[in-house]
């Protein structure tokens, strides 16, 4: 009798103490548990070189000579890139008039092209708001195109998702407004490039293609397959589905300048429609506080920067 009292009591607690083991988490749980939490991205230590170059009070102007797919025909134009830093609101997503610890430091990227096509002309203007903390994506971006047909505006905003609001006088587009999930854009790409080159990302990505390029296709603003490549000075991006490739060519030192691009895809409509390149080459660059440059006097500094 006492043997089975003592051989019932060796159960229970052996029972008890596999249940306790039971939940408790192993080493090995709390490893898979951690591993599902998103990682955050460091920050990119801004270098001296960096603050003396991109916090002196002026932006960086570079013009190029522009050779623009357009309706299945290449047309001859400018294209400037204008770089330059600048405090934003995180909330409502502009510049900031004031300084504030809760601004968000931006390098901001205002890209133009203006080409013919026949009698009429096209204005398009890119705007891109990048942090310089480079471990986040795109705060806002936005486009206008304007032409003598009508003209269209978009505009991503980053906050919970991307939120897109986009018009067009085109029936198909008219007025929009979506959200789609957070991913690279290829707007983004081009000042993460100017603040560090090996942080761009390489491989098989997703990636939403330029406001530019998804206005003027008609194409869905949305993430499309491509696949990245960084060699020599040479950033490219392909998206099969698109039948498009866009290549950067920048100077690996800093401040990583760029100096030219090609864009290769389908121009033009139906039968008259054939693959052809659009090309960008460098001109000439300065340094320049544009915004107090408004007078007659300052015109000038177009034909240094060959506008004129």
Known sequence: MKFTKYLSFILIVLILGSC????????ENLAISETKEKPTLPKTELSKEFRDYWYGGEAEITSYKLEQARYGEMRDGTAVLVFVTEDFLPKVQVKADNYSEINIPV??????KNFNTGIYPYSIMQSTFYPVSNNK?????????QEWCGHIYTQLNNRDDFEVMSH????NEADQSFNIEKTWTENELWTKLRIDPRSLPIGNINSIPSLEYTRLSHRSIKAYSAFATLQNGNYT???PDLNRTLKINFN???PYEILGWEETFKSGYGKSAKILTTKAT???SIKSAYWN???NGDEDLRTTLKLQ
């Open 20 to 27: 306790k083991e039971n939940k408790t988490e192993s080493p």
């Open 107 to 112: 390098l901001k990227l205002n890209a133009t």
């Open 137 to 145: 994506h795109a705060i806002k971006i936005s486009a206008s195109v």
């Open 168 to 171: 067009s006088y085109f029936q």
């Open 237 to 239: 991006l392909t998206y």
């Open 252 to 254: 690996t030192n800093f």
């Open 282 to 284: 460098k001109l000439e």
């Open 293 to 295: 440059k408004n007078n």
